[in-house]
């Protein structure tokens, strides 16, 4: 098989943060979850844009972010995601472009908008955020590039977008086309309320071999598995795909492939300044890890350094020079 020119080409959410602080007494005011994401409607999003404080507008979107870290990591990756021709349609292809990542899907005429994501954080960092999907949601099977697709290492799917007809569809289809190239496939379940609504369907891309990587959490585990205990649920999934990534928060992370098995602790930081994005620059820096052929537990330790750099300033996207720091962290 020849080289692969992408590292990673990713199908995700094309979305616009605004990212503003709050107290929990406005969370709770606002009957919002702390620390979760929630689906939001655009008289919702208008409501609670009116009640935020001042907003930074950063490009997000979790499979995005993810390329992002990847890009400071110097590896090549491409994104397809769908903006709507608007003014953050433009501010979101801009920065991605900027960052040095692939980016050549058509923007998307007329309503909906482009997408945006309402964070709010709280003094102890923990992020809640709320999502108007927007344009992300009616992401066309034609925006897929299958060049792109059948010349990158991974395939990531951001598991967010597996809620909506057209670009489940979309993702459905990229990943006949990497597959059927000899190419792997990477998911990340995004969030427990995705599992909940599509746990069945992700078995299934498990169990016909779709799937060579799987990232989640200790919630998204517990919730597909239906175990209370995260140990025994993570055994029992780590035992459905060939690899899978399962992120503790402020405990560290672990990875099982095969008989294989890593364990690492969370990177030291000086202040948790905003989690936005913690998980995507993990899995930035395991991709690269594991483009690099490192050991799991290096591509563990990659991830929990791009993890914590992200986590110490506000913004899913990273600010120091992430090749630097696993430079010095792991020679």
Known sequence: MIASPYAVVAIGNAIVDVIADADDAFITEQALTKGGMTLIDAERAQSLYGAMGPGREISGGSAANTLAGLARLGKKTAFIGQVADDQLGEVFAHDVRAGGIDFDVAPRPGQPPTA????????????????????????????????????????????????????RAAMTTAIAMAKKAGRKVALTLSDAFVVHGHRDEFFALMDDGSLDLLFANDTEVRAMMQ????????????????????????EGAEAHRGSEHARVPAEPVERVVDTTGAGDLFAAGVFAGLAEGRSLADCLTMGAVCAAEVISHYGARPEKDLAELVRVRLG
Request: glycine share 6%; aromatic share 8%; net charge negative.
């Open 116 to 167: 945006r994501c309402l964070i709010l954080v709280t003094p102890d960092g923990q992020r809640t955020m709320n999502t108007f999907l927007g344009a992300a949601q009616f992401l066309p099977e034609t925006a897929l590039d299958s060049d792109k697709i059948e010349n990158a290492e991974w395939l990531y799917l951001e598991g967010y977008l597996w809620n909506a007809p057209d670009s």
């Open 227 to 250: 175990d209370d205990d995260t140990a025994s649920a993570v055994a029992a999934l780590s035992a459905r795909v060939p690899m899978l990534v399962c992120t503790h928060g402020a």
